[in-house]
């Protein structure tokens, strides 16, 4: 086969891509406000997050963040984003359930960190609103799961909200528009390499 004869399938192939690819984009004529779920025991969650934050803020539109557990305000993502104009962002934890160790107290703070999702949830200013950290209250039954998914089918129609966090549970995985299961291969702590700014934190 002479490189033309080559060019010329690459071309054939390329264009019935285009034609399928150009169908689908067509088909896809609703807006509305997604609801995103990324979960699973890989790294980057959050970070794909945070993109989507600058993402909006790109567009010049609000956005809001409630971090449940965390505790630490000196993240690389804090540091510039909470910075910007136009976010509201909350760190709404303690810290890890493992470093509290007081259940009752960690119970309390998610109640409150709610009530300040419920406030970003019903603000029709927000573009985006990033629930970081949310299914470990969940699934720790630390909050109600069908109020949470109330509060979220209530919220403005062309709210976005995105939800991280592992073992996200079926309740927000049925209502959700887009999931995304990221895999654990390898990461480096486990070689004992910690935490790099930048990077982890």
């Not at 086969?1 to 896809?28: F, G, N, S």
């Not at 909350?90 to 119970?107: P, R, Y």
């Not at 969940?138 to 909200?161: I, K, S, T």
């Not at 887009?178 to 654990?184: A, G, P, R």
């Amino acid at each position: 086969m002479t490189m033309q004869d080559k060019q010329e399938q690459h071309q054939k192939r390329m264009a019935r891509k285009k034609a399928v690819i150009d169908a689908a984009i067509a088909q896809a004529d609703q807006d509305k406000g997604l609801l995103l779920i990324l979960t699973g025991n890989g790294k980057g969650k959050s970070s794909s997050a945070f993109g989507m934050v600058a993402r909006t803020l790109g567009y010049g539109h609000k956005v809001g963040v409630a971090q449940f557990l965390k505790s630490r305000r000196d993240t690389g993502e804090e540091k510039f984003l909470g910075n910007q104009a136009g976010v509201q962002w909350q760190v709404l934890g303690d810290g890890f359930t493992w470093d509290t160790q007081d259940k009752a107290a960690d119970i309390a703070s998610a109640q409150r960190g709610w009530q300040v999702a419920q406030a970003m949830l019903r603000d029709a200013t927000l573009h985006l609103v990033v629930l970081d950290e949310l299914t470990y209250l969940l699934n720790y039954g630390y909050l109600d799961a069908e109020q949470v998914c109330a509060d979220l089918a209530a919220r403005p129609p062309m709210q976005h909200v995105v939800i991280t966090g592992r073992a996200a549970p079926d309740c927000l995985i049925q209502m959700a528009d887009t999931v995304s299961d990221i895999q654990d291969i390898k990461h480096a702590f486990r070689a004992g390499v910690r935490a790099q700014p930048g990077i982890d934190l």
